[in-house]
């Protein structure tokens, strides 16, 4: 079975970085969709960035900032954030689907299968 763990959250300062990693177990990560997802209190699960064969998503309020990467051998996803923002706190989520998606399916929650059980992202000022 298909099981994803993130871990990389933390506390930082604005202006910050951290990277976040996502480690597939039950399948290879090439086989898969992945994209990054993130939940403020009392909010939606919003699209943050996402990675399907050659196509990329990232939100606006993330891009220049934001990368998606991944590491074949180590089956691992990463999102790295630079220039960290106070409101880009929030628990992070890493996700996968073994559906092909468009861009726009790429964005939504219900395109994906599978979810890691979240990372905690601080940002302070």
């Known amino acids: 079975q298909v099981q994803l763990v993130e871990a990389g959250g933390g506390l930082v300062q604005a202006g910050g970085s951290l990277r976040l990693s996502c480690v597939v177990s039950?399948?290879?990560?090439?086989?898969?969709?992945m994209g990054w997802f993130r939940q403020a209190p009392g909010e939606g699960r919003e699209g943050v960035a996402a990675w399907s064969g050659i196509r990329m998503y990232y939100a606006d309020s993330v891009k220049g900032r934001f990368t998606i990467s991944r590491d074949n051998a180590k089956n691992t996803v990463y999102l790295q954030m630079n220039d960290l923002k106070p409101e880009d706190t929030a628990v992070y989520y890493c996700?996968?689907?073994?559906?092909?998606?468009?861009?726009?399916?790429?964005?939504?929650?219900?395109?994906?299968?599978?979810w890691g059980q979240g990372t905690q992202v601080t940002v302070s000022s």
């Open positions: 996700a996968a689907s073994a559906r092909g998606l468009s861009i726009g399916a790429m964005v939504q929650p219900s395109s994906y299968e599978y």
């Open positions: 039950g399948s290879t990560v090439s086989s898969y969709a």
